[in-house]
């Protein structure tokens, strides 16, 4: 059974840093993982998919990566802003859509 | 992108009282869309698959008598939660891919559900 985590729970940064998100995951097996941002009470903004056959992919000042052989991906996020406040969640499709999400890194930037 | 329209955003009911959530997929059709839940503080767990013109699939402990889905057609889900109680108080949401999607296409969520049973 596919399950997935990340690490922090929690982070708070000062506005400007660079930072990494990680995600874990058990079964290699996957077509792709994405990494969304939810605002509180809100829905899912997608932010990247990386496939299977990726290393990583790139949008702004994101950088997601993808060592699928070890079970890991990391959220790379440059010149962090308040705006990037927001939890984080990865998630792995093993099985033609159906999304195994983790709990999820809560981020918060300050001013 | 892909727009997904969910709606109810938010509704409060009676303990004891059904309530329908509808999810549909406004550019594009869908064969398939996918229901989930999440409690307060913890992450969004995939509760069933919805098919087009057949019955929906429910994941591992999902009663499928309670959580009545129905797919219609190729740009409507509806989630019907029946005889609510509290501790169906939850955030759901919908997800779906286009129907000519390639493998390794983003999903495309709803805004979300905020369900309060009192």
């Known amino acids: 059974k596919q399950e997935v985590t990340q690490i922090p729970a929690a982070l708070s940064v000062p506005e400007g840093e660079n930072l990494v998100l990680n995600c874990s995951f058990t079964?290699?097996?996957?077509?792709?993982l994405q990494w969304f941002r939810q605002d509180p009470g809100k829905g899912l903004t997608s932010l990247l998919l990386?496939?299977?056959?990726?290393r990583e992919q790139t949008s702004g000042r994101l950088n997601a990566s993808l060592d699928k052989s070890s079970g890991r991906s990391t959220l790379y996020i440059a010149a962090s802003q308040p705006g990037d406040s927001a939890t984080y969640l990865c998630?792995?499709?093993?099985?033609?859509?159906?999304?195994?999400f983790g709990q999820g890194t809560e981020l918060s930037v300050k001013p | 992108g892909a727009v997904v329209s969910q709606h109810p955003s938010w509704v409060i009911c009676k303990s004891g009282t059904s309530v329908k959530i509808e999810c549909r997929s406004l550019d594009f059709q869908a064969t398939t869309m996918f229901w989930y839940r999440q409690f307060p503080k913890q992450s969004l767990m995939l509760m069933a698959t919805?098919?087009?013109?057949?019955?929906?699939?429910?994941e591992q402990g999902v009663e499928k008598d309670k959580f009545l889905i129905n797919h219609a057609s190729l740009t409507l889900s509806t989630l019907t939660v029946t005889s609510a109680h509290p501790e169906d108080s939850s955030f759901y949401i919908c997800?779906?891919?286009?129907?000519?999607?390639?493998?390794?296409?983003?999903?495309?969520f709803g805004q979300g559900t905020r369900l309060t049973v009192v």
């Open positions: 998630a792995v499709d093993n099985q033609g859509g159906k999304l195994i």
């Open positions: 079964d290699s097996a996957i077509y792709n």
């Open positions: 990386i496939q299977s056959s990726q």
């Open positions: 919805s098919n087009e013109g057949s019955k929906a699939t429910y």
């Open positions: 997800s779906a891919y286009p129907l000519d999607r390639v493998m390794n296409t983003e999903a495309f």
